[in-house]
């Protein structure tokens, strides 16, 4: 049974970091590309970073660019989120998810690429 159980979430002040992390079981990460989304009170779920098994250059929405950093430990199975510079406008609920084998062929910020999602971590950013 896989399971992605995200952490690291809470209140900070504008300014401030907060690394997540996403502690995953039933699947092998090193196999696996990651996905980490957010969903803001009212609105869609976005994408926020990706990266994948071969070790390519990670994806990020331009929003989060210089700021937020994808990360992966594969002998702890776990993947991260480091985030920097945060923003009221980074308030929200963030997920991670994982495209295990075999991969679909949608791009890194598709939701539906994703086969498992964690239940998720809450961030919020106060000025």
């Known amino acids: 049974q896989v399971q992605l159980v995200e952490s690291g979430g809470g209140p900070v002040q504008a300014g401030g970091s907060l690394r997540l992390s996403c502690a995953a079981s039933?699947?092998?990460?090193?196999?696996?590309?990651m996905g980490w989304f957010r969903q803001a009170p009212g609105k869609e779920r976005e994408f926020v970073a990706a990266d994948n098994w071969s070790g390519g250059s990670p994806y990020y929405r331009d929003s989060v660019k210089g700021r937020f950093t994808i990360s992966r430990d594969n002998a702890k199975n776990t993947e991260y989120l480091q985030m920097n510079s945060l923003k009221p406008e980074d308030t929200a609920v963030y997920y991670c998810a994982a495209d295990v084998p075999p991969y679909s062929g949608l791009g890194y910020s598709e939701g539906r690429k994703y086969d498992y999602w964690g239940q998720g971590t809450q961030v919020t950013v106060s000025s």
């Open positions: 039933g699947l092998t990460l090193r196999w696996s590309a």
